[in-house]
């Protein structure tokens, strides 16, 4: 496994989980790393991404200001701390390691895709 997401479960609305990504050094040092998520029925979405080295981060608007990214390279981690969360917010959580060392929003630029991790909001 080169990318295992871990941290969902079940919170009640207004409730925060925190997501972890472990990758493995080889595909993650110099890499942007991506969150994604696909509710059940949906396309999955882009939630947030992280340039290689933290500076510049990225967001979706429905997660803006209640999510925020980051990430520890010495651990090869990358975190997704999700307050205030909606029902909305119910989804398969993926992280996802990209082609080159920059944040980008879209799908096609990530190589490697972690298993997810289910998060149910409930109302």
């Known amino acids: 496994v080169q990318l295992q997401a871990s941290g969902g479960g079940l919170v009640q609305t207004g409730g925060s989980l925190r997501l972890s990504c472990v990758a493995s050094?080889?595909?993650?040092?110099?890499?942007?790393m991506g969150w994604f998520r696909q509710a059940p029925g949906k396309e999955r979405e882009f939630v947030s991404a992280i340039s290689w080295n933290g500076d510049s981060t990225v967001y979706a608007d429905s997660v803006k200001g209640r999510f925020t990214i980051s990430r520890d390279n010495a651990k090869n981690t990358v975190y997704l701390q999700m307050n205030s969360l909606e029902p909305e917010d119910t989804a398969i959580y993926y992280c996802?390691?990209?082609?080159?060392?920059?944040?980008?929003?879209?799908?096609?630029?990530?190589?490697?895709w972690g298993q997810g991790t289910q998060v149910t909001v409930s109302s």
């Open positions: 996802a390691a990209g082609r080159g060392s920059a944040a980008s929003r879209g799908t096609e630029y990530y190589r490697y």
């Open positions: 050094r080889r595909m993650f040092s110099n890499n942007g």
